[in-house]
């Protein structure tokens, strides 16, 4: 891994955003290609979804919705280890969406003047597992809980067709599916299936949705970011990361192993590790080599951790390492320090926050409770992982009666003739004929 040397630096904010290690991955390159494929299901549908699973999955369904009756054959046949875990996460990340749903408010701003705050869940969401180099049940439950926590009524889900499985749904991610009582799903990937997610094929009855969830690759991403406007997305999600903070205290073999987890993901994923302490910087770089080559996808773990997007930093304190953290906004964060309260209180960016030498982002990944799917390329900057509150759109109600209204009549009409709308005043004057 890369060193980056910042002791006895004190970086601008504008710097700090230069000297972040980060893979050079593009949306933009995909985004002709993208837009191709979404044309051709607007245009074709079910014929192009087969022949776009046929071109880039090995093979197409016999059906691109999946009949029920095989979803709840899949859900009989996963075996009874994966079942309990999958059970468990569902009902951790129940109760902890639990808290994202916000209550109804009531505000009296005088005598018969009121505003209400609700908040109403969008009526049908399409969800996206991915495929590629891992199966993810887990993502199924990350999109599928927050989604029906905030009480949305129609639930699409979509994963790409698998050669190995005749073209078919995985069948880990039909019985996650079946465990959560999703009946609508697809056997459709790519930035076609985020296409037809977004306009609704009609030969096999699937209906527009009104957002789009879950990560993929880069053709996703582009996908999702050509049909924003047309439904809303959560992000456009990237490579995986994760940053440690860490200091004298941690255990350098915990950290190490940390690291390659999220390395194993993909050859672009990023592992950066901030410590005030070229010590235990060392420390890291040798259980790094042996855990990197000792696990089973070392060839992919050692691209990314030789990459750019990878590094140890080496700051003068820990105040810096914060500023270095939230400069770059990391999708998942450890604070493996003394005091982690006290550095947390300096953090304000990040996607999620693991606290401590037994919270791992594998932890996050499957059983916290917490969500997994989180902002990536210093998206935490501006926005959140997905929750409840993902669906969930807040609208104020007004209620004014005759008196509120003509108690601050005056002033409407003051300012409707300022900003020269004298049709504005006249609609409240019209209701306080002289």
């Given amino acids: 891994m890369q060193t980056i040397d910042l002791r006895g630096m004190t ?56 009949p029920e009756a095989e979803i709840a054959a899949a859900v009989d046949a996963l075996p009874q280890g994966v ?32 505003v209400e705050q609700r908040w109403q869940p969008v009526e049908r969401v399409g969800l996206y597992v991915p495929g590629g180099k891992a199966v993810y049940p887990s993502s199924v439950v990350m999109n599928v809980v927050p989604a029906q926590a905030a009480g949305v009524r129609s639930i699409a889900l979509a994963s790409p067709p698998q050669a190995e ?18 009946t ?38 582009a996908a999702k970011r050509i049909v924003r ?51 235990f910087a060392d420390e890291v770089r040798v259980e790094l080599e042996g855990c990197a080559n000792g696990t089973p996808h070392a060839e992919r773990v050692l691209v990314a951790l030789g990459g750019q997007q990878s590094a140890i930093v ?50 996050g990944d499957y059983l916290a409770g917490s969500n997994h799917v989180l902002p990536t390329g210093g998206q935490s900057r501006f926005s959140s992982g997905l929750g409840a509150y993902t669906f969930l759109r807040p609208q104020q109600v007004i209620r004014y009666d005759h008196d509120a209204l ?5 002033n409407i009409h003051d300012l409707a003739n300022s900003e020269n709308l004298p049709a504005h005043a006249e609609a409240v004057a019209a209701r306080f004929p002289r």
Avoid: C, W
Avoid at 18 to 31: G, I, K, N, S
Avoid at 165 to 182: D, E, K, Q, R, S
Avoid at 199 to 218: A, F, K, R
């Fill in 11 to 66: 970086p601008s904010r504008a710097q700090y955003l230069e000297l972040v290690p980060r893979a050079v991955t593009d949306v933009a390159v995909a985004q002709d290609a993208a837009q191709q494929l979404i044309d051709d299901v607007r245009e074709r549908g079910v014929d192009a979804l087969r022949a776009q699973a046929e071109r880039f999955d090995g093979g197409e369904a016999a059906s691109i919705r999946v």
């Fill in 83 to 114: 079942r309990a875990a999958l059970d468990e996460a569902i009902d951790r990340v129940r109760k902890a969406t639990a808290a994202q749903i916000p209550p109804a408010a009531r505000t009296e701003l005088g005598p018969g003047a009121v």
């Fill in 165 to 182: 499985f005749g073209g078919g749904v995985h069948p880990t991610i039909l019985g996650a599916a079946g465990l959560l009582g999703i």
């Fill in 184 to 221: 609508e799903v697809y056997a459709m990937g790519g930035a076609g299936a985020i296409g037809a997610l977004a306009y609704g094929v009609h030969d096999i009855g699937l209906e527009p949705v009104q957002i789009i969830t879950g990560p993929g690759n880069v053709y996703v991403a």
């Fill in 229 to 279: 406007g047309r439904t809303g997305i959560d992000s456009e999600a990237g490579p995986t990361e994760i940053l440690i903070i860490a200091d004298e205290s941690a255990n350098a073999a915990y950290v190490a192993a940390d690291l390659v987890s999220q390395a194993e993901h993909d050859e672009l994923a990023a592992a950066v590790l901030v410590t005030t302490s070229p010590a």
């Fill in 314 to 363: 080496l700051v003068d304190d820990l105040a810096a390492a914060a500023r270095f953290s939230d400069a770059y906004g990391p999708e998942h964060l450890e604070l493996q320090v003394q005091d982690a309260d006290a550095v947390l209180a300096s953090i304000h960016s990040a996607g999620a926050i693991f606290i401590g030498s037994y919270s791992p982002v594998s932890l």
């Fill in 406 to 410: 003509e108690a601050v009549s005056a």
